[in-house]
């Protein structure tokens, strides 16, 4: 669908059309936003003292824990705002490039 805007400065609100709308909720699950980040987590468990600062302020849910414990990072909803990187008392999680990363998975996995 496309929208003639050629008159868009004399629009008023009813002519906008409507955005964000959530029809059903708890869908979020099934939408993966992770895969336009630029920078990836990387968790070092060995320095990690599993405050779960991480966990509480990550803004996508992305992080993982399990009794009081951090298991792991869900790639495909973190966004790489690095946040849990920036704000780890212990420096267990670095923020690198994303290609990079899948540069490294690809040659461990015997990828191209």
């Not at 987590?41 to 320095?47: L, S, V």
């Not at 008392?89 to 990363?101: K, L």
Request: include cysteine; charged fraction near 35%.
């Amino acid at each position: 669908m496309s929208w003639d805007i050629t008159d868009i400065k004399n629009w008023d609100w009813r002519k906008h059309p409507r955005g964000a709308v959530i029809r059903d909720p708890g869908s979020a699950k099934q939408f993966k936003t992770g895969g336009w980040r630029s920078a990836r987590p990387i968790w070092d468990e060995e320095k990690c003292s599993q405050c779960l600062l991480c966990f509480v302020l990550c803004p996508d849910s992305a992080i993982k824990a399990r009794d009081e414990k951090i298991t792991t990072f869900d790639y495909d909803f973190c966004k790489g705002c690095g946040i849990c990187a920036y704000e780890c008392p212990r420096d267990a999680i670095s923020m690198v490039d994303e290609a990079e990363a899948r540069k490294k998975e690809e040659s461990e996995e015997g990828g191209p």
